[in-house]
């Protein structure tokens, strides 16, 4: 029983420190603000990980590096701990090289599940929206994805659809990296 409700806890704090640093890595990137409530719960969720590793991983060329790796430890840390309640003990054994790559395959799926998401809030915030400081961080974010889209995709009835089609693409891509998972996982077992 405790191990079941410690692994829900895990789970929840999980779900909201890896979305929220590569939601800081992303606002970074499109240089959305961050003096509003979404930008604010972000960096004081995220700023324990983040200011430290930025010491070793200065951001460059407008990216965030220490967003980004403060996603991938948490990422390290949530495979480690599960490993450890599971009682599997797969590091323990000399399993590294899979703890590894699930971190790698974690944090895609993880971008690729925050990107899905994003874009599905930002088309229903679109189609009610009211001005609102969450659609703009949202359009900011989900616009540089959509452009090349809107530009091969024509507009139908006067319907954008290029959402669809950015979600039908991200879909594709986690079970790209879903198989891409299975693959490595079934070599480096072989090994």
């Known amino acids: 029983m405790y191990v079941e409700i410690l692994s829900i806890v895990l789970r929840a704090i999980y779900l909201v420190l890896v979305p929220a640093a590569l939601l800081r890595f992303q606002m970074q990137l499109v240089r959305a603000p961050f003096r509003n409530p979404v930008g604010q719960f972000v960096c004081a969720v995220t700023d324990w990980a983040v200011k430290p590793l930025r010491r070793i991983l200065p951001g460059s060329g407008g990216f965030d ?113 879903d198989y891409g998972q299975r693959i490595v996982t079934g070599g480096l077992a072989r090994l």
């Open 65 to 177: 590096w220490a967003s980004l790796a403060a996603a991938f430890v948490i990422e390290l840390i949530h495979g480690l701990l599960f490993d450890l309640l599971s009682m599997r003990l797969t590091i323990m054994r000399g399993a590294i090289p899979e703890w590894l790559s699930g971190a790698v395959f974690g944090l895609l799926t993880a971008a690729l599940t925050v990107a899905l998401w994003v874009v599905i809030a930002n088309a229903v915030l679109s189609w009610v929206r009211a001005d609102s400081f969450v659609g703009d961080i949202l359009d900011a974010i989900v616009s540089p994805w959509l452009r090349p889209i809107r530009r091969r995709v024509p507009l139908v009835g006067g319907f954008d659809l290029s959402p669809i089609v950015l979600l039908v693409l991200l879909q594709i891509g986690l079970v790209v990296v």
